[in-house]
Nanobody, 115 residues
């Protein structure tokens, strides 16, 4: 059974940084594409960043140059380093694994940006 558990969310001031972590079990983070999505109240869930099994990364235009997705295959973890956080960034952030047979989601972690 695949489980994804996010952590690292919290309250940060504008311009600050957070690092989100996603711990995977039951599946290897290096075997499939892994992504970070976010959903703000009243909005649709949107892709933030994605890393393919081969290591290719893509980012939403709104976070390019500020966020970085990475993975640690040995620890079976995926990370999202978020810098220069803006008032538009608050949301629940979800980790995702995109497999041919199914898509798995974590429970999400809340990110709040406020002074």
């Amino acid at each position: 059974q695949v489980q994804l558990v996010e952590s690292g969310g919290g309250l940060v001031q504008p311009g600050g940084s957070l690092r989100l972590s996603c711990a995977a079990s039951g599946s290897s983070v290096s075997s499939y594409a892994m992504g970070w999505y976010r959903q703000a109240p009243g909005k649709q869930r949107e892709l933030v960043a994605r890393i393919s099994s081969g290591g290719t990364t893509i980012y939403a235009d709104s976070v390019k140059g500020r966020f970085r997705i990475s993975r640690d295959n040995a620890k079976n973890m995926v990370y999202l380093q978020m810098n220069s956080l803006k008032p538009d960034d608050p949301a629940v952030y979800y980790c995702n694994q995109d497999r041919p047979d199914a898509i798995y989601w974590g429970q999400g972690t809340q990110v709040t940006v406020s002074s």
